[in-house]
């Protein structure tokens, strides 16, 4: 598939981690050479740091707490580290990718972690709001892009 960018940024929170390090690998074989943010409550919450370091790719971990990298949030790190970026991947919790569409401008493509109830577009449990009407994240998702997002 066409990339979009030069020097993407994978931002990463909890269980948004692991599709970002398979997202990492596929951008590495198109030759592009991702940033990453790894966003944590505490220290002993980090896991895939060292597996996205053996990739050769700069990381960054934050935690809120401060006992480990930048202390705050994915986007403490993003302004402390002057990460230049051109295009935004994103997974994680609903609050951080809210607050990541506020601090950036940039294009990207968010993954929702949205509870499911029935998992193929039943039952509307997951359902996000969009300039096109309502996205299923089951069903229509769970990556939707920047400009389509209606918070």
């Keep these: 598939p066409e990339v979009p960018c030069e020097k993407p940024l994978l931002i990463g929170g909890g269980v948004g981690i692991p599709p970002m390090f398979n997202l990492c690998k596929e951008l590495l074989k198109m030759g ?35 006992s480990a990298g930048v202390k705050g949030f994915v986007t403490d790190a993003i302004k402390e580290n002057g990460v230049e970026f051109d295009y935004l991947y994103t997974c994680g919790p609903l609050p ?7 601090a950036t401008e940039c294009d990207g493509e968010y993954s929702f ?12 449990g ?7 009407g309502n996205k299923r994240i089951c ?3 769970p990556v939707l892009k920047r400009d389509e997002i209606v918070w």
């Design 32 to 66: 592009k050479k991702p940033t990453v943010i790894l966003g944590f409550n505490t220290k002993s919450e980090i896991f895939y740091d060292k597996a996205f370091e053996m990739l050769g790719v700069k990381v960054i971990i934050t935690t809120v707490d401060g």
């Design 96 to 102: 951080m990718l809210k607050a990541l569409y506020s």
């Design 113 to 124: 972690e949205e509870r499911m109830g029935c998992g193929f577009g039943a039952c509307m």
């Design 126 to 132: 997951c359902t996000c709001k969009t300039k096109y």
């Design 139 to 141: 069903k229509d998702g």
